[in-house]
């Protein structure tokens, strides 16, 4: 995720081209290592629309993806692209572009020296982590009502509402397939340890309620202890529609108060 939510500057990062022909052997073999390492634990831990969306986008197991390849592909699908960006985005902005259907994405890659870790999101992280779930219907619809909902949030707390919503979700999100929790936030499916931690029984998995998601805090810099678990897909869009119903009428404080009504299993 290229945003920024804190010390926003006034100004945004100009577009960029990709200008996938300047990545050296080094930068491809960067991705070539990382893929290999995140699918062979994918395979059996995501969700089967992550893994069915990175074919359908045509993600290769042996150099990094052309945008152009990959939005020939998504558009056609869901009216999604991923759009090259210098830097970090005012997450004004971000939400913003995610409204319209449009991804803002980092076209650097990581170095081998820090290939297990970097702060900034890179090419990895947004496009083989966010990226395929881009191409299912429900998902598409849900991430697009997200950026609109996110755009009306005025206050300090509608902001932090809204930053757990996308926290919990987006990026640290476990939907419930096949009997048990799956992965599918773009922190869980690019970090083996974080999805590790997701899975194993010292995580709190918990049913998603859109009331749990917004009272619950979280910290950036360590492993997560509560996570949530959706039912599916269509449940995060309902939820996402009444957050925008009732930002619209003045009623933000409203959704803390919601029950979990449509509970799935966390195991």
Not at 31 to 44: D, H, P, T, V
């Amino acid at each position: 995720m290229s945003s920024q939510s804190q010390s926003e500057t006034d100004s945004s990062p100009s577009p960029v081209q990709q200008n996938w022909e300047s990545y050296t052997d080094s930068d491809h073999e960067v991705w070539q290592i990382l893929y290999a390492k995140r699918m062979a634990e994918l395979e059996s831990t995501a969700s089967d629309v992550f893994l069915r969306g990175a074919e359908l986008i045509g993600l290769s197991p042996g150099k990094i993806p052309d945008l152009a390849d990959v939005n020939r592909r998504l558009s056609v699908r869901t009216g999604w692209n991923a759009v090259p960006v210098g830097g970090f985005l005012p997450a004004k902005e971000f939400f913003a572009s995610l409204a319209q259907r449009r991804f803002p994405t980092t076209v650097t890659i990581r170095s081998k020296d820090s290939i297990d870790y970097v702060p900034e999101p890179d090419i990895f992280h947004d496009v083989f982590g966010h990226v395929p779930l881009h191409s299912d219907p429900a998902f598409a619809d849900f991430l697009q009502r997200f950026g609109r909902a996110a755009t009306l949030a005025r206050s300090e707390e509608e902001v932090q509402m809204m930053a757990r919503f996308f926290w919990f979700t987006v990026e640290f999100g476990l939907i419930q397939e096949k009997g048990g929790p799956k992965i599918y936030g773009s922190g869980l499916i690019s970090s083996a340890g974080d999805a590790a931690n997701a899975l194993s029984p010292t995580c709190d998995r918990r049913p998603f309620s859109i009331g749990a998601v917004v009272s619950q805090p979280f910290e950036i810099d360590h492993l997560q202890d509560t996570l949530f678990v959706a039912a599916s897909f269509d449940q995060l869009f309902e939820a996402v529609e009444l957050v925008i119903r009732l930002m619209e009428s003045g009623e933000s404080e409203r959704l803390r108060d919601i029950p979990a009504t449509n509970r799935a299993a966390a195991p």
